[in-house]
């Protein structure tokens, strides 16, 4: 089984949709997680760190947590097609290190 | 200062050739971290830095070696690479305490 799992789309939206991307980990005493974005060919740009159960809300992007279901999600309201990018969830490993386990990620395709 | 430095952007080496990849931050990070990241791939972890001492190893191959002279700068030498060693090759940095992890822009390493 696979530590992150994430569905690697692509998830295509139109734009001014809410683009749904889900994450799931197995570790379950993972406490921090962190949602990533990435562009072709750039390097990943943290957007969103979430550490306890519920929403956490900053500007258009709402990450949710339930850890008894092990499960992270991003929202992204009225999506433009510069959201267009792949989404990386990363979680991190109870090792005493600050060690992150990437998802595969998630291409969102946001269309005119 | 709010950012992740790496020098050069673009790197093309020869298998014989040695190399060093340079990684700078000032905002006061003490852990730093090397990934090396494959097209269509998410980031891989190599190495990580903890108050300048080395704290994982990846079980990077020993053509990969890293060092850290300060709390600013993590330097990764390169020898006698592969050809299959040519990727995106990223640097990143936390405050020691937390795990939201910046990355720099990247190294794009080509080895011919």
């Known amino acids: 089984q696979k530590e992150v799992e994430q569905n690697s789309g692509p998830l295509s939206v139109p734009e001014g949709a809410i683009a749904s991307l889900n994450c799931t980990y197995s570790?379950?005493?993972?406490?921090?997680f962190f949602w990533y974005r990435q562009y072709s060919g750039k390097s990943p740009e943290l957007i969103m760190s979430i550490y306890s159960n519920g929403d956490k809300e900053d500007g258009r992007f709402t990450a949710q947590l339930n850890k008894a279901s092990q499960y992270v999600s991003l929202l992204i309201r009225d999506s433009q097609p510069s959201d267009s990018a792949t989404y990386l969830c990363a979680v991190n490993q109870n090792t005493g290190f600050q060690k992150l386990v990437f998802g595969t990620g998630t291409r969102l395709l946001v269309s005119p | 200062d709010t950012e992740v430095t790496q020098t050069p952007k673009h790197l093309v080496m020869g298998m014989t050739n040695k190399k060093s990849l340079k990684c700078e931050q000032h905002m006061g990070h003490r852990a730093m971290y090397w990934y090396k990241q494959k097209a269509k791939k998410p980031p891989e972890l190599m190495f990580v830095?903890?108050?300048?001492?080395?704290?994982i190893n990846e079980s990077v191959p020993s053509r990969f070696s890293p060092e850290c002279p300060n709390s600013s700068l993590l330097n990764l030498h390169l020898h006698a690479l592969q050809p299959e060693d040519s990727a995106l090759y990223l640097c990143?940095?936390?405050?020691?305490?937390?795990?939201?992890?910046?990355f720099g822009p990247g190294t794009r390493l080509t080895v011919l």
């Open positions: 990143a940095s936390s405050y020691a305490s937390r795990n939201e992890q910046f």
């Open positions: 830095y903890s108050y300048e001492k080395l704290s």
């Open positions: 570790d379950r005493v993972s406490q921090s």
